[in-house]
């Protein structure tokens, strides 16, 4: 049985959204049980309107809800302790749930989850993952905006995670990595970016293939499973995406009602349109997976509506029964134990000296 | 009559894709001439393809030609001075030619750019400008990969030059600007980000309008007229968006070819795809302008066909049409003279303490 806690006050609509995706969840995994929170006046009805849920959620009054357009410190200050947003978090530390899920601000719940989680040992700062469709299938990006810039050593962990997080959620035993970077020679590259690229190829970890640099268009062509970069060219990188996407669905849509006969041609091709639409749809990938605390916290994008949040849901138990966190520890435990490699770097990076990166 | 210098050796097929190119843009702009730079044995054949071209090039030969794989330092040492790439730039210097068009290699094409026609007084560092493709028409966004990283100042250069050319391009007589950022709350932005927005705020240009800081998705939509980033996450920001594109176009092939009923609809709604084909096509909007430096060249893709080239001609002819080096000239002497008003910026900075930018 999978425990999830859920903050029902996070979104633009709150538990009218939340509440409908436990139950759309709760068809398709029905060994799960839940921890609601939030404000009772505002859950309850919707509770109400869903009696197939009754067995498998808890409700727990909370006065305070922290709002949307809060800032990470205001949030803190008023919602510390008491706010919906903290205790579902708060009930993964206390071991009531194995993973929270909140569509609430992301500052919010980043600073929330890092002051009540805590970073794991070893681990610098967490980071925001993502998961980006691609066109071999999905790939996973990560810091898509948890914090600016990374050094070396916080994108050596940034791959560690991100690699655990596909073995988890998509089986694949020794997920290939790249470092985010851009094409030019010479001016090629951050100094950081550069020196990560050392460090993940001498160490050979067994739990991942370091495969060298990768462009922005290489995220979409899933070059590689796991797209390392620090936290504002991921940003960033991500809302550039679904901003052409949308961009290019609205080509689309207004090329096909231009005229007669591309109206006829929709009304036949609709099937295919379906399937389009279906592939394009950005609430299948929806959720930011934070990474690198104790516990695993799953941010739904705030304007999804229920099947958008019960695939943030979806994310989470999968993360959850593949057991990720495990899974980061024991990819930690031999990255540290790789460490007196490590040591072999200097060396290693003077005989290397002039050879540039893949 | 405006005079165009072609480096006819760069790109993936060389004379083949140029000097199509050069009589398709003179069917266009009859008032051009071009001097074209090349090995004799390889442009020779091209030219004799085209006998319309006769009165309207004058070719040169130079023995070296610049790889598109050569590095930046090796193009300068084995192509300074007697590449086609380097001799067609200098004819921009010495005045020989108003405007310099090159498919060959990003990075050598900017160090010989910058090592023959330097940057101009009071720029510290020359940027790429990119023309986007938007809803609502067509944005610039620089810088798309001159350089790694930016200060302030350097921003604020960036966004005066980037205004400059959307006057020049596209007649906006007062274009609004917005840098790029990433939105979450408080650790919104680095800090270079946030002086350059101040600066831009408080020295109020009249040739510009600063509109605050701007998102990935806001690139697309058309937000701003022009996008002010550094390099790194300007060039990431470029190539996730082609890479998006691309991946969605392959989906619409898939999706319209998936069945009889679908290819019936595609048959119909041909003239929509065909619109919709156009709206997408990257060849339009081809062209990187190098702004700063003491003369325009522009960097067509190297992959590009004769169209494209002939695109990446349009950009350079329009701008040196509308006078862009007189109207960054200007533009960067308005700004210097209101230098004064900077100095208040200390203060102002003061008085605005823990207030946020839009």
């Not at 962990?157 to 790249?178: K, N, W």
Request: hydrophobic letters at 45%; proline letters at 3%; charged letters at 25%.
């Amino acid at each position: 049985m999978i425990r999830i806690s859920i903050d029902a006050m996070g979104g633009d609509h709150g538990p009218g959204v939340v509440v409908p995706a436990l139950a759309t969840f709760l068809e398709r995994r029905p060994d799960s049980r839940f921890i609601v929170f939030g404000r009772q006046e505002a859950v309850h009805p919707e509770l109400a309107k869903f009696p197939s849920l009754a067995s498998s959620v808890e409700f727990i009054h909370c006065d305070v809800a922290v709002r949307m357009d809060d800032k990470p410190s205001q949030a803190l200050r008023h919602g510390r302790g008491k706010s919906s947003m903290w205790r579902a978090i708060e009930a993964v530390k206390l071991g009531q749930a194995d993973v929270c899920i909140s569509a609430g601000n992301t500052g919010a719940l980043m600073a929330m989850a890092r002051f009540c989680l805590r970073t794991m040992a070893k681990i610098d700062r967490p980071a925001i993952a993502a998961i980006w469709p691609t066109t071999r299938g999905e790939s996973i990006v990560l810091d898509v905006g948890a914090s600016i810039g990374a050094d070396a050593h916080q994108l050596v962990d940034f791959a560690i995670l991100g690699g655990a997080m596909s073995r988890a959620l998509f089986q694949i035993e020794r997920p290939t990595i790249g470092l985010l970077n851009v094409g030019v020679e010479e001016i090629k590259g951050q100094e950081e970016v550069k020196e990560a690229g050392q460090i993940l190829r001498y160490t050979e970890l067994n739990s991942l293939v370091y495969q060298g640099f990768v462009e922005g268009d290489d995220i979409g062509k899933g070059t590689v499973d796991v797209v390392v970069t620090e936290g504002f060219s991921g940003n960033i990188a991500l809302k550039t995406a679904e901003g052409t996407a949308k961009q290019i669905a609205g080509y689309l849509r207004a090329a096909m009602s231009q005229s007669l006969m591309s109206k006829i041609g929709y009304f036949f091709a609709r099937g295919a349109f379906n399937a389009l639409r279906e592939k394009m749809d950005v609430r299948k990938s929806n959720g930011g997976v934070f990474l690198g605390l104790n516990g695993i916290v799953v941010k739904s994008h705030g304007g999804t509506d229920h099947e958008g949040f019960a695939a943030a849901i979806d994310l989470g138990y999968d993360m959850v029964r593949n057991r990720l966190i495990d899974r980061i520890e024991a990819d930690l435990q031999l990255f540290h134990a790789h460490r007196h490699q490590l040591s072999a770097l200097g060396r290693a990076r003077a005989d290397e000296e002039g050879e540039g990166e893949a």
